[in-house]
């Protein structure tokens, strides 16, 4: 046993689907061996990046800590993870000066989200000539991509329009795309758990994948009825430990299909009134945001991805958010014009997003990888392109980070990244990350260097 070596890319397969699994300790010697791989942490574990994005900026008085250092206390939206203190980086300072308007007007929300991976000003168009320049997660996927099955996984709430003009002048593409492989190719997020779900354990052919979904549903079966057997033979010549992942993995994933089957129905059952706002998804929305969490979660416990972004809500985005005891829409509070009673429905709701946010990295921290856990392998950014959404600011943005990079970020402390209008490109933080996944890059979008204060204390 002890000289058994499983390899990486080994797949529980049956009809219409490849189940890819989690990273076990029988793996690690034939990675270990690798040694070359980018993005490798210690042990042989794979190094994962995410950004997660909020709209319509912050309330930043309760999101910026008073002090810098490690001594420092968590405001009202911060302190909903509080829990993970030890494993987070917060960073004031860092500024997106490409999402100014120069000599193209309004239209705040489309630049800001065009900027906020790419470090570009958006072409102005309203037709299909769009144009920006290639996002960070995409950087990285073009580099390290073919080491996973799906080189990148894009995910998001919102379904968003393929055409027309969104925001003054501005083609839709900018607000509903944070994601983009080229100057004029936006990677369209996924919305609907359920082909989500379909991207990570089917079997790459859509015919087939399909034909499985539709006999699963018919039969009642899980995925997870379709590779039992070759589960049960692997199984057999896995050590304990092993087995132990595999259990918790295989429910997960079941878990997960019973989850999203559990909404759909809900939604079908809602009362068009109390359904979310944009068809054809009527997911209750922190159902939908919970299901896209799992998800992302899943695909990196199976390697399945090392690169992924999830789009809370669209830049501009007039949700609401009764969860949160708002019944006004988003995009409306944010232009509060100081009034005390809209302020304190933003950090209402950015608290709630933050809730939903510790969730996450609680899953994340509850999977063991050796001696830590696949939070402590990953990189999990959250933030907004604007901090205050009253003035459209593009600067002092509220950039949030959890985990601990497989072990290089130097976590649990407050940074500055500079002052006002002034601040660090965001840009140079991106090509710090990048590095951290054996990304090579040596310039991007507005970016003037890097911003390496994140791997030493």
């Known amino acids: 046993m002890s000289n058994w070596h499983l390899p990486r890319r080994t797949f529980l397969r049956g009809l219409g689907t490849a189940m890819a699994l989690p990273v076990l300790e029988s793996m690690l010697p034939g990675m270990r061996l690798l040694g070359a791989e980018p993005g490798q942490a210690a042990g042989g ?14 309330n930043m008085a309760d999101w910026t800590p008073a002090t810098f250092g490690a001594d420092y206390e ?13 494993d987070l980086l917060v960073i004031s300072g860092l500024a997106h000066a490409q999402a100014q308007a120069y000599a193209d007007g309004s239209a705040a929300h ?30 990285a ?13 894009e995910l998001s709430c919102d379904r968003g329009p393929r055409s027309g003009t969104c925001d003054t002048g501005y083609s839709c593409i900018y607000q509903f795309n944070i994601s983009w492989k080229s100057e004029t190719m936006p990677m369209n997020p996924e919305v609907d ?23 699963r549903e018919r039969q009642k079966q899980s995925v997870i009825d379709f590779v039992l057997d070759d589960a049960r033979s692997l199984q057999k010549k896995l050590g ?26 809900t939604a079908a059952r809602l009362p068009a009134d109390q359904r979310d706002f944009r068809p054809p998804l009527d997911y209750d929305f922190e159902q939908h945001a919970g299901l896209m969490y799992e998800v992302m979660a899943l695909a990196f416990q199976a390697d399945a991805t090392r690169v992924a972004t999830f789009v809370i809500g669209h830049e501009g985005s007039n949700r609401p958010y009764p969860q949160a005891n708002v019944r006004d829409g988003h995009h409306d509070i944010s232009h509060h014009k100081n009034d005390p009673g809209r302020i304190a429905k933003i950090s209402a709701v950015n608290q709630y ?41 593009y600067y002092d943005l509220p950039v949030l980070v959890a985990g601990k990079g497989g072990g290089a970020l130097a ?31 040596e310039k991007f979008g507005d970016s003037s260097g890097t911003f390496d204060q994140i791997f030493s204390a």
């Open 45 to 58: 574990f794979p190094k994962r990046l995410a950004y997660v994005y909020v709209p319509n900026g912050m």
């Open 74 to 86: 968590l405001p009202a939206i911060l302190n909903k993870v509080a829990a993970h203190k030890k």
């Open 353 to 393: 997003h933050m809730g939903l946010f510790n969730k996450f990295l609680n899953r994340l921290k509850s999977v063991q990888e050796g001696e830590g856990s696949l939070l402590d392998n990953s990189t999990i950014v959250y933030g907004a392109p604007i901090s205050d959404g009253n003035s459209h600011s």
């Open 411 to 441: 976590t649990g402390r407050h940074l500055s990244a500079g002052q006002g209008r002034t601040g660090t490109p965001m840009n140079n933080f991106h090509r710090s990350l990048l590095a951290n996944l054996g990304v090579k890059t």
């Open 240 to 265: 304990a430990a092993d087995n132990r992942k595999m259990d918790e993995y295989l429910t997960g994933v079941r878990d997960l299909e019973r989850q999203i089957a559990t909404a759909e129905q």
């Open 110 to 139: 489309a630049r800001a989200s065009a900027a906020y991976l790419t470090g570009c000003h958006a072409f102005k168009t309203e037709g299909a000539d769009v144009r920006l320049g290639v996002s960070a997660d995409q950087i």
């Open 193 to 215: 758990p359920r082909l989500a779900f379909e991207r990570l354990f089917g079997s790459g052919d859509p015919r087939l994948t399909q034909e499985a979904r539709i006999r």
């Open 141 to 153: 996927a073009s580099q390290i991509g073919h080491l996973t099955r799906l080189p990148s996984l």
